[in-house]
């Protein structure tokens, strides 16, 4: 038996559960990190080059496929990747590893400690963007995948700000930073632009708010460049803010007599209670 709004109602069901199907579709492509491993030996060497010395870059248009898809990296150099992004964070971990062991300040509470900082500033970051990308009603913009691989890109140049640090010490490594943060900057606001300010483009698309969005990711960038390498090298033997503050406190800031020392050059809190 004929009944319109059976049919219709299996209609409408139908579209509406076609239309969820590409939703879940398009969700769960979004988690594809096969694409972002997509790496080879040449495309890495040439990445770290781009990263490192953006200025001499030309092309920074992506390619895409027959089929209108983006290349892999391997095919597009100026695609985003997380290889590099994640073996520059252990790599950093690393060498900051090697700063405090040469610092003699080593433990593996302190590497912990630094990790869970870097972590932290990295899951922050990425949060405040996309709450940035909805509050400005631009959330096609830059995708999960995409925004952490760009976002973590600049863990390859505080690595090379460490090792400059060991070399060179502080003024070097001082020098070193303001180039790195400036390189990064330029390289995020060359490699952004198509994603954040070119996709989709049209008068009524918002590229006002989206350079609000490219302006505040290359400001969180320098920021966490300099907390997170800054952290590693500021420690200087003999320096003790927390014990100068706190006698400071007790009124034996003007004490002459000589604060305790421990080898590694903290105060020794014992041994400066026991002091007459």
């Known amino acids: 038996m004929y009944d319109p709004f059976v049919n219709t109602a299996r209609h409408l069901g139908g579209q509406f559960a076609e239309q969820q199907k590409q939703k879940i579709t398009q969700y769960i492509s979004t988690f594809n990190l096969k694409y972002y491993f997509a790496v080879d030996v040449n495309y890495v060497r040439r990445k770290l080059l781009i990263i490192l010395f953006p200025f001499l870059h030309r092309d920074w248009t992506n390619k895409l496929s027959t089929n209108d898809k983006p290349m892999t990296p391997r095919e597009d150099i100026n695609a985003p990747d997380l290889y590099i992004p994640s073996m520059a964070f252990i790599t950093y971990i690393l060498v900051a590893g090697i700063v405090f062991g040469v610092q003699q300040r080593f433990t593996p509470e302190k590497l912990g400690m630094l990790t869970t900082n870097a972590l ?61 943060i400036l390189a990064t900057v330029f390289f995020l606001l060359r490699s952004l632009k198509t994603f954040i300010l070119d996709m ?77």
């Open 200 to 276: 989709g483009w049209s008068p009524n698309s918002g590229r006002k708010r989206k350079i609000y969005l490219l302006l505040a990711i290359t400001a969180f960038q320098s920021l966490i460049m300099w907390l997170l390498t800054s952290s590693v090298t500021s420690y200087m033997p003999g320096k003790y803010d927390f014990a100068k503050m706190a006698m400071s406190g007790m009124g034996l800031s003007n004490t002459n007599k000589e604060v305790p020392l421990m080898s590694d050059g903290e105060v020794d809190y014992e041994a400066l209670l026991k002091m007459p």
């Open 120 to 180: 932290f500033y990295m899951i922050f970051e990425n949060l405040i963007v996309f709450l940035m990308k909805y509050a400005l009603n631009i959330s096609q913009s830059l995708n999960v995948w995409h925004a952490l691989a760009y976002s973590s890109y600049k863990f390859t140049s505080m690595v090379v700000c460490l090792l400059l640090y060991l070399i060179g010490g502080r003024k070097v490594y001082y020098f070193v930073l303001v180039y790195c």
